[in-house]
């Protein structure tokens, strides 16, 4: 988790808060549920692949 906040603090200094700001909310309400208490080298490419496909449901229903 602590990656992807810094990665998400920094698209707020690039003048897109409000996609950051959405990015975070993608983050904490539909990825860090899965794999967020995991450190990186311990995220398999199977569970990365879930989260695309609940990203994915999700996706079409906001569209």
């Known amino acids: 988790m602590v990656v992807a906040r ?5 698209k707020m200094n690039t003048g897109s808060e409000k ?3 959405e990015l975070r909310y993608m983050f904490e309400a539909d990825i860090f549920p899965y794999i967020g208490a ?3 080298p311990e995220i398999k490419s ?18």
């Open 38 to 40: 995991l450190q990186i």
């Open 19 to 21: 996609y950051a700001i």
């Open 46 to 63: 199977l569970e990365v692949l879930e989260v695309l496909e609940v990203l994915e449901v999700l996706m079409k229903f906001k569209v």
């Open 6 to 10: 810094e990665w998400n603090a920094g």
